[in-house]
């Protein structure tokens, strides 16, 4: 099966599996996503969100953000890890949106990836889950790890790896794409021991047969046309 076929069936399958698959983050706007987003790197979704309702409470603008001690900030976030790095980004971010875009977080992905600290992983979580807008797909280490087991590409690189999706994936499924493969990542395709044999999509999944033969969970020598 080529790959498009096998995306086609993707479709139509895992919204049956996850109906209710969604950004794991707690946000109330694009501000509180953004920070949230940030937060996020190298952090579970579950420890960003025990550390967000203190948060926001405290700093509810841009500005608010943009003027916060580094050291204050770096405090309050410090449990994410990386929080230095992490407070400068989101101090300059803020700073930025407050100067040059009057506080508002900007609704484009060239404008969201001017932002210090802000890349397009990022820029897709804030646009597609914030802004409802499908302008490309997230790719984290769950969407990486299943885009390989299924035999949607052979690329590393994230950004390539969101080329050959885009590639295969209709637009208006781009945003919910990446929420069904982390779904499915953290509940079932784990990075060690896969539950291939539980699998909703196995028929579908070139891997999950390597797997349950050997033990592995080998990537598979499929097309990715």
Not at 138 to 160: I, Y
Not at 178 to 198: F, N
């Amino acid at each position: 099966m080529k790959a498009r076929e096998r995306v086609v069936q993707l479709v139509e399958i895992l919204p049956q599996v996850y109906p209710g698959a969604h950004c794991e983050l707690d946000f109330r706007n694009p501000l509180q996503l953004l920070v949230a987003t940030i937060l996020s790197a190298q952090c579970t979704d579950k420890r960003v969100n025990m550390v967000t309702p203190t948060l926001f409470k405290k700093y509810r603008t841009a500005k608010d953000y943009a003027n916060a001690p580094q050291a204050e900030l770096e405090k309050a976030i410090r449990s994410t890890g990386f929080y230095r790095n992490k407070t400068k980004s989101i101090r300059a971010a803020m700073r930025a949106i407050v100067e040059k875009h009057g506080g508002k977080v900007p609704d484009t992905m060239e404008k969201l990836c001017a932002l210090p600290g802000v890349g397009r992983k990022t820029a897709n979580v804030v646009l597609g889950n914030a802004f409802h807008k499908n302008e490309g797909i997230v790719v984290d280490t769950h969407v990486t790890r299943l885009s390989h087991r299924l035999g949607l590409t052979k690329h590393k690189d994230p950004e390539k790896i969101e080329r050959d999706l885009m590639k295969l994936v209709p637009r208006e499924h781009w945003t919910d794409w990446s929420h069904w493969l982390i779904w499915h990542g953290r509940r079932r395709c784990y990075a060690r021991g896969p539950d291939c044999s539980q699998c909703e999509v196995f028929q579908l999944c070139p891997s999950g047969k390597n797997f349950l033969r050997t033990g592995q969970a080998r990537k598979p020598d499929s097309e990715t046309d």
